[in-house]
């Protein structure tokens, strides 16, 4: 594992500042431990990973090719030099979204199989959240589901009808049983 360069880290940070806005500060800096240790970003085969540094140091110890996963998977680079986001990501960015979306129980099954998120199926939305911005789809009970970015913004979904699309869908839990055999493969 290797330390990200200038250009990875912007677009790593670009892609989770959507998500997060400026509680992205509160990621690297750890609030729950003690000396408050801090997260560092990793790379390893084109993935990037969310580790605390007192661990990170202690895996410089095992080679490149033994080791296979270290803290939190985020997601990929890809060739272009784009980040693109993990499901595994969901629980850190469930903690510190800006924005969420809520689904009634009739539409978690159809997000939960790789649709998007249609009007009828919204719950409830926070406020102000504008168009084209990363949120994170949760279950009427708080349960994150997935993520994805708003189609339209919470005023302008208003309008929509039952059927218009509120959310794309980037990743949902269904994941884990649909791509389980290439999630974490290179």
Not at 16 to 42: C, Q
Not at 70 to 78: A, E, F, P, V, Y
Not at 103 to 119: A, C, D, K, W
Request: glycine fraction near 8%; proline fraction near 3%; hydrophobic fraction near 40%.
């Amino acid at each position: 594992m290797r330390n990200l360069t200038e250009k990875e880290m912007h677009a790593v940070f670009k892609k989770l500042a959507e998500y997060t806005g400026a509680s992205l500060k509160d990621i690297i800096v750890a609030s729950n431990s003690p000396k408050a240790d801090r997260n560092v970003f990793r790379i390893s085969q084109q993935r990037v990973f969310l580790v605390r540094d007192s661990i990170a140091k202690f895996a410089t110890s095992i080679s490149r090719d033994k080791l296979l996963s270290l803290g939190t998977c985020l997601g990929r680079l890809t060739k272009s030099g784009r980040f693109r986001l993990h499901i595994s990501a969901l629980s850190l960015l469930a903690e510190y979204a800006r924005h969420k979306i809520y689904i009634r129980p009739n539409g978690e099954m159809t997000f939960l199989y790789g649709s998007h998120v249609q009007m009828a199926h919204v719950g409830r939305w926070s406020q102000d959240c504008p168009a084209h911005q990363g949120v994170v789809i949760c279950g009427m009970d708080d349960t994150p589901l997935g993520f994805g970015i708003t189609a339209n913004s919470t005023s302008d979904a208003k309008r929509l009808g039952p059927t218009g699309i509120a959310c794309f869908r980037q990743a949902d839990c269904g994941e884990y049983l649909r791509d389980e055999d290439n999630l974490f493969a290179s």
